[in-house]
Each structure stands twice: as structure tokens, then as C-alpha cells.
């Protein structure tokens, strides 16, 4: 349906899965920029489990079902678009951008990863990105002068069992120590469409996206016991 007050147009559905789909069309340029925003952050992961949705965002471009190892960026980049991913307490963020003509590619892509990431999931692709994660926390937080900022203030601005106590990139020994089958049952438990938003905005109309969004995202079935996230407003009493 159409959303009015805005200076530009914004069309929004829900699929029977729960997926919600925003489109906002702009004959501007003959590009496409697909967004998939799903309701996982640091603020999410349980004790002993920090810095998992970060992993998650490494792990997702390592393959799914029916896209091989680091083909997920070979399709993106060699179809002339570009893509990253982001991290913070709140949420996790995927997103590409390509020319007009491969929206139906970069939408199948994302789908592949959230419903088939689980069975292409294997302990050397976990090995090898957590690897990556624990080197990207030495670059960023404890080998430059000032970076391990953060990881300072976040406990002493927020008392154990706040959900912003730690840091998105999470423990070394919580990274060191969960198996394949954490990881697995992690991904069973957020990444799915009644716990995401996709959102595309360009060269696009609504109908189409909306149509293929349910030919590749209307198959993957909702969890209907997503947790919901520590609201952050009552903390258990610690001893001083």
C-alpha cells in the first residue's frame, strides 16, 4: 500500500511469512539499492554468546545452499553493483547496490543466505571467519592508540546484564569457544523474514519488487519464537 507524507513515494506489503518489503521508486539513475535489515545486534546475544551477530555479518558472504564460497561478491561486484554489511547493538544490515536489470539477482541472493546459510555452514568456513573477526578486533581495538575506547566505557556506562554492556565485536573467549552448532542454532533463531525488512529503492516499481520478493523470499518459512531483545530498562542488582 502507498504511504503518504513524504516528499517521495513509499509503497509497503507483508508477506504471509512476515517479511516486510518497502520500495520507494526513482527513475533517476538506471540503479537499484536492496537493503536487508534484519532485528539482530550485539544487545540480542546471550551471555557467553558476544559478538555473534558481528560473525554473522562475515559468515553470511561465505556461502549458502546454491551459492558456492565467495561467490555471493563475485555475482554482486561482476554485475557491475557493490556491497558491504554493518553491525551495531540494534541490528545487522546487508546491502547491495546494482544496476537496474540484476535486482532480480541481488534478491536471490539475499534470500539464499537467509533461509539456506544453515546447510552450507561448515566448521573450516566457521574457523577461518572467526579468525578474520578475532584479527579485525586486534586492527580496530587493542593494536591502535585509543581502541580499546569502547570496550572500556561500555561496561562502566552500562552494568552487567544491560544489553549495551558489551561491545559488538565481542569476546575473545566467547568467540574461542562456541562450536558449529552454536552458531547454527544462532541463525535458526533471528535470521528470518517475520525478523527482517527489505527495502528497495530506485529503479524499480513496487509491483516487481514485491512480486519477487514473494517468488524468493515466499517460500522461507517464519519462527514464530523469535526472543525478543533485553529491553534494557530493568538490570538485575549488582554488588558494589
Not at 513509499?10 to 517479511?19: A, M, P, Q, S, W
Not at 539513475?29 to 555473534?52: C, I, K, M
Not at 551495531?88 to 543466505?113: C, G, K, M, Q, S
Not at 513496487?206 to 514473494?214: D, G, I, M, R, Y
Request: hydrophobic share 40%.
Amino acid at each position: 500500500m502507498p504511504d503518504s507524507g513524504y516528499p517521495w513515494p513509499i509503497e509497503t506489503t507483508r508477506l504471509d511469512n512476515g517479511l516486510r518489503v518497502v520500495v520507494s521508486e526513482d527513475r533517476t539513475a538506471p540503479a537499484v539499492a536492496v537493503n536487508l535489515w534484519y532485528d539482530v545486534g550485539s544487545r540480542h546475544e546471550p551471555r557467553g554468546q558476544t559478538g555473534f551477530a558481528h560473525l554473522f555479518e562475515h559468515l553470511m558472504f561465505e556461502g549458502s545452499l546454491n551459492v558456492a564460497k565467495t561467490e555471493h561478491m563475485k555475482l554482486i561486484q561482476g554485475s557491475g553493483g557493490s556491497l558491504n554489511a554493518t553491525t551495531n547493538p540494534d541490528r545487522t544490515n546487508y546491502f547491495e547496490t546494482v544496476p537496474a536489470e540484476h535486482l532480480e539477482l541481488a534478491l536471490w541472493l539475499e534470500a539464499d543466505r537467509m533461509g539456506g546459510l544453515v546447510p552450507a555452514l561448515t566448521q573450516e568456513t566457521l574457523d577461518n571467519q572467526r579468525e578474520v573477526v578475532k584479527n579485525e578486533r586486534r586492527q580496530r581495538y587493542e593494536n591502535v592508540p585509543y581502541g580499546d575506547a569502547w570496550l572500556r566505557l561500555l561496561p562502566l556506562l552500562y552494568p552487567p546484564g544491560h544489553p549495551y554492556h558489551h561491545a559488538t565485536i565481542g569476546s575473545m573467549a566467547d568467540l574461542n569457544a562456541a562450536d558449529l552448532a552454536t552458531f547454527q542454532a544462532f541463525h535458526r533463531t533471528y535470521y528470518a523474514p517475520n525478523n527482517a525488512v527489505l527495502t528497495v529503492v530506485g529503479d524499480a516499481t513496487a509491483a516487481e519488487v514485491f512480486k519477487l520478493a514473494e517468488k524468493y523470499f515466499g517460500v522461507i518459512p517464519p519462527l514464530t519464537d523469535i526472543p525478543a531483545a533485553p529491553d534494557g530498562q530493568t538490570v538485575a542488582a549488582t554488588g558494589r
